[in-house]
């Protein structure tokens, strides 16, 4: 496997990390600015990118931006269901969403069947 | 021998021209991104030394050391430097992002304490959803439109931050970063000339002093807008080029997107799912989108919101809606004749902000005659910048109507104005007579943009003192207490949203049925308050929105002063000279 076929998997692989870590820090109720840092990335990247990756057309350069939209849209989708349904707990909703990612993102690993490039990074190869 | 002659000194040259050579070529790969560094350290340092005291009327301008201004223009230099040189063209990202975090970071480093009331209030909704994990749509609009802020408490809640306060000073310059990406997927929809791409998102930077990048649900609900219009753009329009994909599983996943994010801003904001499905609308009735029902898919989910989920506002306020439909001069006065008024330097900067939206415009104007005549008139980019126009005739939106307008319009606006300075011709070799006014109007803007971007930072930012004396407050009032202030412009509601009664002495003189007197008013109110008792604060913040806007009568705040210091049992239990805080008892109810 050269350099450039673990290319694909950064992206599961930064996402089970960030999950596992910032489940760990929220369990753990860790007091420290990492913990910030870590589970706003995982809750403002993390979920959108699983998915805006596999679309496949859209420029690298507005990954991470449309990841972020669709984090925080399927976000506030959630967190919306549970205060109309009068179940409010976050802690909760993070695990799932942790769950979520790592299911994703393990399945994409064990496969090893990375996406197929996107345009922007064949035409930077 | 002639050959040996010449052949001996060009083997010693060689090496010595390459090197030279390389030197040249390696400066000129490096040299912008010194350019740049050197930039954004001269600005770092000149935030630093910023003597806040110097803030004045025309903002923090004046605060700033007068070497740091040319920072800026440093910057510019380097993006054209990049520019001209050719190359890879995605390198002017990087000039970009530093000048975004420049200029947006500067209110963040020169003011440690979050400034923008509106930012106290929002962190306030989210501490109640956060404490409560319920939405009581009966407190104000702002809880029958409450997906930004559940998202918000959840982010509270699980990065165990204190606040949500504590993140906002940094949210402009993460906002705008993001833009980058969804404009970039708009404008490669419109040319190939990737200098063209980016002198727009730079041009769409210097253009956003309108400030609804704070934290907000608008400046989220804008990034959905621009990516719901690139997606729809890029992929979605009736172009020979989209036909053959038509059925392709990424257009499926693209519109699903789409939907899931309007879904989401329909849940968040008021205002901009209008401005969305305007602007596709337009693009459906024009016939340059393939996605047909989408406008009524997107009309039938505001419309199921507005009914189900916020019938409680739209009970309340039905007639004040539909009251000022088609009321232009109202939405004239409250978007354009109110807002020229205030203190002298004020004034000055309501003026600059005016002649920087008219030179996009006449730029973008110019730039799109050079399109047309180069035989494309981009009129999907036109249709999205133009579609949310009508708005101010349906709703004045607090006077804010109009800033929001030429938001939506920023797009399309620094596209042209950018092609008017490049001009239409793909990959074409940059003349001086290009990169020249393109510098010179972005050193320009660049440098505007600390007037008209942070020109109400007298009265946009809290000090200590402001912040302390509401932390007083609400160590004092009792919960139920009236909480009385001369106008909005206070550092409160960030707790115990819903706990007070929160009144100001200009609302209560703009909501009277008869002509009172601010003495009269103030009098009424607090005799009339509840048994918990009253508290009348005032701060430096208050004293400087009076004095900037103009909103109470001159002596208006030192009336409302006096008078509640001679009421009856009124104790001052705070002051520090800038702050006072005012207590008095209330009167149990027979």
């Not at chain 2, 700033?64 to 890879?88: K, S």
């Not at chain 2, 959803?129 to 997906?147: E, H, K, L, M």
Request: hydrophobic fraction near 50%.
């Amino acid at each position: 496997m050269n350099a450039r076929s673990w290319v694909p998997m950064l992206w599961p692989t930064t996402v089970l990390v960030a999950g596992a870590a910032a489940m760990g820090l929220v369990a753990a109720d860790v007091e420290h600015p990492a913990r910030s840092l870590i589970v706003l990335w995982f809750l403002l990247v993390c979920p959108g990118i699983l998915i805006v990756r596999r679309i496949r057309v859209i420029d690298t350069v507005a990954l991470v931006p449309a990841a972020v939209a669709v984090s925080t849209s399927l976000e506030i989708a959630l967190s919306l269901l549970m205060v109309y349904g009068g179940w409010w707990d976050p802690e909760l909703l993070l695990a799932g969403m942790v769950a979520a990612t790592s299911v994703w993102s393990t399945v994409e690993l064990v496969l090893r069947r990375p996406h197929p490039a996107t345009v922007a990074e064949v035409r930077s190869r | 021998m002639t050959v040996l002659v010449t052949e001996t000194p060009r083997t010693r040259e060689r090496p010595l021209a390459a090197s030279r050579l390389s030197i040249a070529s390696s400066w000129a790969q490096a040299g912008p991104f010194v350019l740049t560094a050197v930039g954004a350290s001269v600005w770092g340092a000149g935030a630093l030394q910023a003597d806040v005291d110097g803030v004045t009327d025309i903002g923090i301008i004046t605060a700033m050391p007068p070497a740091a201004l040319v920072a800026p223009p440093m910057v510019i230099a380097a993006f054209v430097w990049t520019l001209h040189r050719g190359g890879r063209t995605s390198l002017l990202g990087i000039h970009i992002a530093v000048l975004i975090s420049m200029l947006f970071g500067l209110g963040a480093v020169v003011q440690p304490i979050t400034g923008f009331k509106v930012v106290w209030r929002h962190a306030g909704i989210m501490e109640f959803i956060s404490r409560t994990g319920d939405v009581d749509p009966f407190i104000d609009a702002y809880f029958n439109w409450p997906g930004f802020f559940s998202l918000g408490a959840f982010i509270v809640e699980t990065t165990g931050i204190e606040s949500a306060l504590s993140i906002a000073e940094w949210s402009p310059v993460v906002f705008n970063l993001l833009y980058i990406g969804p404009l970039v997927i708009l404008y490669r929809s419109f040319t190939v000339d990737d200098r063209l791409v980016w002198t727009s998102v730079l041009f769409f930077a210097l253009g956003n002093w309108i400030t609804q990048d704070y934290l907000a649900p608008q400046a989220l609900g804008y990034l959905t807008h621009l990516m719901i219009g690139a997606i729809v753009v890029r992929w979605f329009r009736r172009t020979s080029e989209t036909r053959g994909h038509s059925h392709s599983m990424a257009r499926i996943a693209l519109m699903a997107m789409v939907i899931g994010l309007f879904a989401a801003t329909v849940a968040s904001h008021q205002l901009t799912p209008f401005a969305t499905a305007a602007a596709i609308g337009a693009l459906v009735l024009t016939r340059q989108c393939t996605g047909r029902l989408l406008p009524l898919l997107m009309g039938t989910l505001v419309a199921a919101w507005v009914v189900f989920m916020a019938s409680t506002y739209l009970t309340g306020h039905l007639q004040q809606l539909l009251g000022s439909v088609g009321q232009v001069s109202q939405s004239t006065d409250a978007n354009f004749n109110d807002r020229l008024g205030g203190s002298p330097g004020h004034l000055f900067v309501v003026r600059a902000r005016m002649a920087t939206v008219g030179a996009f415009v006449l730029l973008a104007a110019v730039g799109w005659v050079r399109s047309r005549r180069s035989g494309d008139s981009r009129w999907p980019l036109v249709l999205l910048g133009v579609a949310p126009l009508p708005l101010p005739i349906l709703q004045p939106y607090g006077g804010e109507m109009l800033l929001r307008v030429v938001l939506f319009a920023l797009p399309t606006l620094a596209f042209f104005a950018a092609a008017a300075l490049l001009g239409a011709r793909p990959f074409g070799r940059m003349q001086l007579s290009s990169t020249v006014p393109l510098f010179v109007v972005g050193s320009v803007l660049a440098t505007a943009f600390l007037l008209t971007r942070y020109g109400n930072e007298r009265l946009d930012h809290f000090t200590a003192s402001d912040v302390r004396a509401v932390e007083i407050l609400y160590d004092e009032a009792p919960t139920g207490a009236l909480l009385l202030a001369g106008v909005e412009n206070v550092p409160w509601k960030a707790q115990g949203y819903e706990a007070y009664r929160y009144r100001t002495v200009e609302g209560l003189l703009k909501h009277s049925q008869e002509a009172r007197s601010v003495g009269e008013a103030v009098t009424w109110t607090i005799e009339h308050g509840p048994p918990e008792g009253s508290f009348f604060i005032v701060t430096r913040s208050q004293e400087a929105w009076v004095e900037i806007m103009g909103t109470l009568p001159a002596g208006a705040l030192e009336e409302a002063e006096e008078t509640v210091r001679s009421m009856p049992g009124t104790s001052l239990i705070h002051t520090d000279g800038a702050a006072r805080i005012y207590a008095v008892p209330g009167k149990e109810k027979p």
